[in-house]
């Protein structure tokens, strides 16, 4: 492994560092049910727009082209999916779910962009894709089940997470395109620019009227700073000097650092049954993004925007 390698993966490896603390720290934000701080609808806008401020600034610095016409549309899926989607749902999802559980289910993402990826590109993914996609979706099914208190269904919070990790990998797919005309740097950055007429007014109206503590307001800023801006540059410029095919699997760890770190920061379990699902979540994951995807006649698709 030569020099610009070894650091892409180095850099890979913190962006997947910096997003598996995102569950966490938006679950520490919004508070448990029982104790509600922020509302999810002020965590997931409020974060885009201290996002957006820092990208306008960073698009003037890089003295960024303005997006071609074609590209509008383009970067307004992506938002919708990776500024609005996303973080929202799973925001509000995140106040009745605790952090370790969340990274079960959102382990599945990537699986699910490169499904997504294939359909939007009109590829040809093989059996054992088919297989690993519909195994990994059916463990996580069958978590959420598990989980649901005796009540013999899915919780409303899990079709949340499940509808968050819908739009994440058509926002992903989307700015994927992007990346291949456009700095991904810039894709981010657009994309949280021109969703800042609505995330503005929308996150003054969902702002807290109360005092909230300090722990709130730490972990809120985490998430607007870290989650939404820098863990993107660091992951862009990893997957640039690694190579994204070899790079992207650093991924597979960030269900169980989101886990390790909701622990100590929230107090809460790990038990055995958790941990045994995300490793079989992992394992389709790791085993599906090595089967054959036959190509139509397209480029290949490149998750460049994952992940979150």
């Known amino acids: 492994m030569n020099r610009p390698e070894r650091k892409g993966l180095l850099l890979g490896l913190l962006g997947v560092a910096i997003f598996a603390l995102t569950l966490p720290m938006t679950r520490l934000a919004v508070g448990p049910a029982e104790a509600p701080l922020m509302s999810g609808?002020?965590?997931?806008?409020?974060?885009?727009?201290v996002a957006a401020a820092l990208s306008a600034v960073f698009l003037l610095a890089t003295r960024a082209p303005l997006p071609r016409r074609q590209d509008w549309w383009p970067l307004v899926l992506t938002s919708a999916g990776v500024v609005f989607g996303f973080p929202l749902f799973t925001s509000i999802a995140m106040r009745h779910v605790e952090a370790v559980h969340a990274s079960v289910v959102v382990g599945v993402l990537p699986l699910a962009t490169a499904l997504?990826?294939?359909l939007m590109h009109r590829?040809?993914?093989?059996?054992?894709?088919?297989?690993?996609?519909?195994?990994g979706s059916g463990l996580v099914v069958a978590f959420t089940v598990l989980r649901s208190g005796g009540s013999g269904g899915v919780q409303a919070a899990d079709l949340l997470l499940l509808a968050g990790i819908a739009c994440?990998?058509?926002?992903?797919?989307?700015?994927?395109r992007l990346s291949q005309r456009m700095r991904a740097e810039h894709v981010i950055c657009w994309a949280l620019v021109i969703a800042s007429p609505l995330t503005l007014p929308l996150?003054?109206?969902?702002?807290?009227?109360?005092?909230?503590?300090?722990?709130?307001?730490w972990a809120f800023g985490y998430v607007a700073l870290f989650s939404m801006w820098i863990g993107f540059f660091a992951w862009y410029r990893g997957l640039a000097l690694g190579g994204t095919v070899r790079v992207s699997q650093v991924q597979l760890v960030q269900p169980f650092l989101s886990m390790l770190f909701a622990v100590p920061l929230l107090g809460e379990h790990l038990d055995g049954v958790t941990l045994a699902f995300g490793v079989a979540v992992i394992a389709t994951v790791f085993a599906g993004r090595r089967m054959p995807v036959r190509a139509a006649n397209t480029p290949p698709f490149s998750p460049a925007l994952e992940p979150r």
């Not at 609808?41 to 727009?49: D, I, K, N, T």
């Not at 590829?123 to 297989?131: E, I, K, N, T, Y």
């Open 41 to 49: 609808v002020f965590v997931a806008l409020g974060r885009a727009c």
């Open 116 to 118: 997504v990826g294939a």
């Open 123 to 135: 590829q040809r993914p093989s059996a054992g894709f088919w297989l690993c996609a519909a195994l």
């Open 168 to 176: 994440a990998a058509i926002g992903y797919c989307e700015g994927a």
């Open 203 to 217: 996150a003054l109206w969902a702002r807290p009227a109360a005092p909230l503590p300090a722990s709130a307001w």
